[in-house]
C-alpha cells in the first residue's frame, strides 16, 4: 500500500515536472519577441563567436548574433512544428481510424490494408520526399510531417473503435434509434480519446525530432536568415562546424533540443500511465 | 507457413511498387528541376540533355521505362555523377552502409540484453533504477546530438580516436556507438517490461518449483518467452538504424549511401534519390519479412495457425 501511494507521488511529479518544462518551452517560444534580449537580425561585428557572459548568456554566434535571442526564437520553430504536425496528424488519422472502425466490414479491411503498406514504408525518406514536394520551410515541413505520421492514430483510432462498439451503451444508444453521427461523437469519440492524447503527447517530440535531424544535415527548413526564427538543428550544424574552437555555440542548441524532447517523452510516459493503464 | 509468407512477399512487393510510383510521382511533381542552375542553359542544350534522360517524352513512358529497369536492376544515370549510373553508386556505397548498420546492430542486441536482464531481476533496485533513466535519455537524445558529443568528448578533449576518417575498426567505434544507442535503450527498456511480466508467469513458478537451476529458468524459460515482444519491434529497428545510418554518415564523414542521398536531395538528383529510396525500401521490407519469419518459429501458435 505504502509502497504503491509512493511510486504514484513519484509518477506524479515526473508528471508535473515534465509538464512544467513543457509549458516554459512553449511559453518561451511563443513570448520570443517580446522577452529576447537583442533583436533577431541584429548583428555586432565586434564579438563574434563570443563565450557565454552577462550581456550575452549563451555567447554570440559566427555573424556576432546573441545565442540567447535565437534559441528562444527557435523554441517557436520546434514548437510550431511539432504541435502543428501533431495536430494535422490527429484529424487525418483519427478520423480515418474512426470511419474505419465505425463501419466496419470490407471498408475496414481496404482502409486498414492502405494503413499497413504506409506502416512499411520508410517514414524518414518519405518525409523528406515530401518536403522537397511542399517546399523547405515550416508549412512545408508541417503538411509534410502530417502526412506521414497520421497512421499511428489511425491504427490507435480503430483498435479503440472496435472496442468501444462493444460497450453497452453503445449498443443502448443504437437501439434507442441514435443516428450514426450521434453515437460516433457523443458516445464514442469521448471514450476513445485516452489512448489519443497519449499517442499525441508522443507524436510531438518525434516530430520535433524530425525537423531538427533534417535541418542539422541541412536538408530541412532551409531559411538560415529568417526573422520568424531559425530551427535549432540549423543552429546546431552551425555550431558543429566551429565545435572545435567554439563549442559553445552547439552546447547550447543541443541541450534545448534534448531537453524539449526528453521533457515531452516523460510527458507522455505519465499521461500514458494516468489515461492509458492497459497499455503499461 | 508458406501461404503466410507468400502473403507477406506479395505485400512486400506491393510495398515497393508504391514507393516507386510515389517517388516517381513526387519527385516530377517537386518544383525545381534537376538542370535549373543559375546561368541558364541555352534552350539546345537543355533539349539535348532532356532527351538524353527521356524527360521529353510523355510522362507515362517516363514511369514505364523507369520501372522496366528497375525491374532489371538499373536505376538509371545519375544528373550528377556523369561517370557513374545510380546503381553502380549504391553497389559501391551499400556495403559501406550496411557494415555500419550491421556493427550498430550488433551493439544495440549485446548491450541491451545483459541490461535488460539485470534491470528485470533487480527490478526497484539501484541498478533497475539507473537502467531505467539511461534507456529514457538514449531514447530522447538525436543522434547527431550524441555523434556531435562523442566527437568532442573522445576524439578532440581525450584524443583517443579519430573522428571523420574510415578507414580501419578504431574509426567505426564512435558511429556505432551513435548509430546504436538508441535502439540498444529502447530494446533494454522493452526487454525489461517484458521479462518482468514474464517472471509472473505460471510456468515460471512451475520451473522454479520443480527444483531448475535459478540461471536456467531465467536464460532459458524466461528469456525465450520475452523474446517475441522483442521480435515484433525488430522492423521498426531496422527501419531506425536505416534511416539512422544517413545521420550519423553525414556527421562522421562516412562514404556510405545515406552521405550520397543527402547530397542527392541538396543537387536534386531525381535518379539518384529514387534509387536509393527503394534499396531502403528494398531493405526494410525484406528485414520485415525475416522478422515475421522468426515470429512464426518463435511462437508456437502462430506456428499453429497456418
Known sequence: MTARSRTSASANSWLIASGTVVFIVVALGFLAPWIAPYSIGGLEAKQLLETPSWSHWMGTDGLGRDLFTRILYGARVSITVGLGTAVIALVIGTSYGLVAGFRGGNWDHLMMRVVDIFYGLPEMLIFILLSLVFGRNIGGLLIALGLVSWVRFARIARGQVLQAKEFLFVESANALGA???RVLLRHILP??????????????PSAILAESTLSFIGIGINDPYSAWGTSWGTLAQDGYRAMRSYPH????PAAAIFVTILSF??????LRDLLDPKQR | MIPILLKR???????LWVVATLTFLLLRLAPGGPFDSERKLPPEVLANLEAKYHLDQPILNQYLLYLSGIARGDFGPSYKYLDRGVTRIIAETLPTSALLGGLAFAFAILSAFPVGLLAAYYRG???????????????????FILGALL??????QLGWLQAGRWDDWSSAILPTITLGAAPAAYLAALLRSSLIETFNEDFVRTARAKGLKESLVVMKHALAHSLIPILTVMGPLAAALLTGSFVVEYVFAIPGMGRFFISAVTDRDYPLIMGVTLVYTLLLV?????????YGYADPRIRAQS
Open chain 1, 179 to 181: 443516428s450514426r453521427r
Open chain 1, 191 to 204: 471514450n476513445i480519446l485516452g489512448p489519443i492524447i497519449v499517442t499525441l503527447t508522443f507524436s510531438i
Open chain 1, 249 to 252: 555555440v552547439i552546447a547550447f
Open chain 1, 265 to 270: 517523452n516523460v510527458l507522455g510516459n505519465g
Open chain 2, 9 to 15: 512477399v506479395v505485400h512486400g512487393v506491393l510495398v
Open chain 2, 125 to 143: 533496485s539501484f541498478i533497475d533504477r539507473l537502467c531505467l533513466l539511461v534507456a529514457t535519455l538514449g531514447i530522447s537524445l538525436p543522434n
Open chain 2, 151 to 156: 566527437i568532442w568528448a573522445v576524439a578532440l
Open chain 2, 286 to 294: 525484406c528485414a520485415n519479412l525475416v522478422v515475421d519469419m522468426l
